[in-house]
């Protein structure tokens, strides 16, 4: 059976092959996370209202009634100080996005890392951001089997059949554009995953596991069929978690390391312990592919920028009759028997 494309970004994903259990058209996930969603407190200032709707990558914020302090409530040593301050934060966001913007040229962004690295997320807050599509490959399998969690595919048909699902949404989803990806943490096991996702630009959220073991303990790892499996009845759940997430990131490294770009999910100050804040990260996250895409920018530049030595001695490249048997340009002369 032949796979049926992707009609358009915006119009629906219809799925042949593994994942053909529906026939409703699959479509991006709507209501990206607005920037204003992010959290209920920063550096005193309160956010107006959860999920109100904005311009892409400004904040609205209304001061809190102290006064901040005179250093803006900043964590001394902070490397990024400007993520505690939203109003700076937001500027900073439109002014990244800004120059990224015209160069990107609608080239997809795939998320890689690990479970409970905000790949969903920061996923939906960057497409918002960037006036893009989201995708969470995850999501998708889900809607194509009547909207089974993945826990329960998993059980169901094994986790060779998710794989063969996630690789098929991946290659189907790579050939378009302006399109924003969150993959599972085990995409990045099947090298041709790599083939189509290296089309774009590829982001793996870094974070280390023990912040990783709080977010999945705190979500319930009932959901992630990979370590309910370890988690006998009455164990500690967070330990039990993190075990499991190093030995899958210790398998798994050397496949995210393939990714373009890293950002670290390390939080600084108040979030030392939850990690970064979901705008943090995506602001790390579009600085990281403004450098890369600027780089790029430049080594084609360079690569223009030479010159052919001795150039001025070079004999003319017009054409100029043949010395060799008298043969002349105008087909007189010699003829070959």
């Keep these: 059976m032949s796979v049926s494309m992707i009609q358009r970004p915006g119009a629906g994903v219809a799925l042949a092959g593994p994942v053909q259990r529906s026939s409703a058209a699959l479509r991006p996930l ?9 959290r209920a407190n920063v550096s005193g200032k309160r956010i107006l209202r959860q999920g109100a709707r904005a311009e892409p990558s400004r904040v609205v914020v209304v001061r809190a009634e102290q006064k901040a302090t005179e250093d803006g409530g900043v964590t001394p040593g902070h490397p990024y100080p ?18 990224l913007l015209p160069d990107l040229r609608g080239c997809n962004i795939w998320l890689v890392g690990m479970m409970g690295s905000g790949k969903s997320t920061v996923g939906k807050m960057l497409a918002n951001t960037l006036k893009y599509a989201f995708f969470d ?36 989803l790579s050939p378009y554009r302006n399109l924003v990806i969150a993959t599972g943490g085990g995409a990045v096991l099947k090298p041709q995953n ?60 050397k496949y995210y390391e393939n990714a373009d770009v890293v950002v670290t999910l390390e939080g600084y100050g108040k979030d030392l312990e939850g990690g970064a804040p979901t705008a943090a990260v995506m602001y790390r996250l579009l600085l990281a592919i403004n ?10 530049a360079d690569r223009m920028n030479f010159t052919i030595e001795g150039a001025d001695q070079l004999k003319t490249m017009r054409a100029v009759d043949s010395p060799a ?7 007189s002369g010699p003829q070959a028997p």
């Design 30 to 38: 709507a209501s990206p996370v607005p920037f204003t969603a992010h």
């Design 82 to 99: 400007w993520e505690e301050d939203f109003d700076l934060l937001g500027d900073k966001v439109k002014e990244v996005t800004d120059q």
């Design 137 to 172: 490959t995850d999501s998708v399998i889900e809607l194509a089997h009547d909207k089974k969690p993945v826990s329960q595919i998993f059980a169901e048909e094994g986790q060779d059949y998710f794989r063969q699902c996630e690789s098929q949404i991946i290659k189907e």
């Design 194 to 253: 790599w083939g189509y996702m290296h089309l774009g630009i590829v982001a793996w959220l870094n974070g280390d596991t023990e912040l990783l073991a709080r977010r999945v303990s705190k979500d319930g790892i009932e959901k992630r069929p990979l370590l309910a499996a370890d988690a006998p009845e009455g164990a500690d759940v967070q330990a039990v978690a993190k075990a499991k997430l190093d030995t899958l990131l210790e398998d798994r490294r």
């Design 291 to 300: 450098d890369k895409v600027q780089a790029k920018k430049r080594e084609q």
């Design 325 to 331: 048997g008298g043969l002349q340009l105008d087909g």
